[in-house]
């Protein structure tokens, strides 16, 4: 190495400083560069605006080819579990982000099974990525468990209904719960403050823990913590969704028109979409932090004491090549059924013959 390489080199060098600062630059460009994993998984009864609202926080359509059932239907429908993923690129940073919907909740008269489907598929997740992290590919996991569950809480109620606390309380030791108030416009400032507090105190006198924004460090800036404060604050969301495109005094919003006005879907003071998306986007991290550290934690420790045998899969998840494996056992026992007809068949021919 020349003189003035090495000179150039330790020009850089600082006294007392060693470069650790550097560290996160380097994770964050090493995990922009892979791209991120992220499933929500959101629940509610019918009608309360759930896949307009995930359509708008992520402007994507996710449900393009969804058939919406009529009322006969949806007496006999049971909660089935439906993910979708999309990859999302902005800026230079991929997101792949997974939806899963749950379309027939809380429509049955009688809706006391109506979760033990969705433990079964946050179990199965769990379960899966145990299986993968125990494997001996486990440089490639795929990771689908439930980092955040939207639940989806009815305007037009006094509170909390006793399904919406039954499933809160099975839930809230498997996933990190955010609860948000459907279509928002319907109700005014007044009402809708009076119907957070009501469910924020249903949710404590029922003991359920939901997700809460982790407190920020002495060292973060004002702006941020303000902003934490904010969003702490707005706990239960009141949203509204809206795709649509208007013009409101030569600006375009994307909101819902009204003969008395246009709400904007974007505008705090309208609703708290905008809190709810910046809460999603800003602790992304934290909901996937808490899934591993608690939710999945627990999981493994109580799966591993008990050693007991993987959940029944789901038809959900079950893998392609079972399925193929499972039409063509079926196909050659019908082709097996056939061959024997025809030897019957020849057999009654000779005789009569």
Known sequence: MSSESVK???????????GFANLPNQVHRKSVKKGFEFTLMVV??????KSTLVNALFLTDLYPERIVPDAVEKLKQTVKLEPTTVEIEERGIKLRLTVVDTPGYGDAIDNTDSF???IRYIDEQFERFLRDESGLNRKNIVDNRIHCCFYFISPFGHGLKPLDIEFMKQLHNKVNIVPVIAKADVLTK????KLKKKVLDEISENGIKIFSLPECDSDEDEEYKEQVRQLKQAVPFAVCGANTLLEVKGRKVRGRLYPWGVVEVENPEHCDFIKLRTMLITHMQDLQDITQREHYENYRSERLAKGAPPPKRNTITEDKTTEKDR?????????????????QLQAKMQQQQ
């Not at 150039?8 to 060693?18: A, N, W």
């Not at 039409?327 to 030897?343: D, F, H, N, V, Y």
């Open 8 to 18: 150039s080199f330790s020009s850089l060098e600082t006294p007392g400083y060693v």
């Open 44 to 49: 509610g009864e019918s009608g309360l605006g």
């Open 116 to 118: 033990s489907e969705i």
């Open 190 to 193: 007044r009402e809708m403050q």
């Open 327 to 343: 039409i063509l056992q079926e196909k050659e026992a019908e082709l097996k059924r056939m061959q024997e007809m025809i030897a």
